[in-house]
């Protein structure tokens, strides 16, 4: 799993218990997943469709730095389905874990449209492709 984005908690990240709150936590996953999608795919209209399998392991507290991964289960015809890992960036214990993110690719009508991705491609694969760097 590789983990792309850092969050530093900050208090106005926090629920009434002092803990970071669930939903500002979600909002970062959908929002990360979604640019994934959107570097994965090529295109920049894609929606988040479905997340199952929410579980919320530990939580996080002001100062606290987390990570968020992403890795790809599967893609579809017009879809990717990702799992999620947020973990402490110190620690390394996990926070929250989501078997099943999918987001689907539209076309410039909104409309669900084939992506034609089959494997998950790098940054070095797709320079690579484009003739940059070495």
Request: hydrophobic share 35%; with cysteine.
């Amino acid at each position: 799993m590789n983990f792309h984005t850092r969050k530093w908690i900050k208090p106005e990240d926090l629920n009434p218990n002092g803990t970071l709150f669930g939903g500002r936590l979600l909002d970062w996953i959908d929002e990360e997943a979604a640019l994934y999608t959107i570097i994965q795919f090529e295109n920049s209209r894609v929606v988040t469709k479905y997340m199952s399998d929410i579980d919320f392991k530990a939580s996080a507290k002001t100062g606290d730095i987390i990570e968020i991964g992403l890795e790809v289960n599967s893609f579809g015809k017009t879809s990717i389905n990702l799992h999620c890992v947020v973990r402490n960036k110190m620690t390394y214990e996990t926070i929250i874990t989501i078997k099943t993110i999918i987001l689907v690719n539209l076309d410039e009508n909104g409309k669900p449209a084939p992506h034609g991705k089959t494997e998950t491609e790098y940054q070095s694969e797709r320079m690579k492709r484009r003739g940059i760097g070495g």
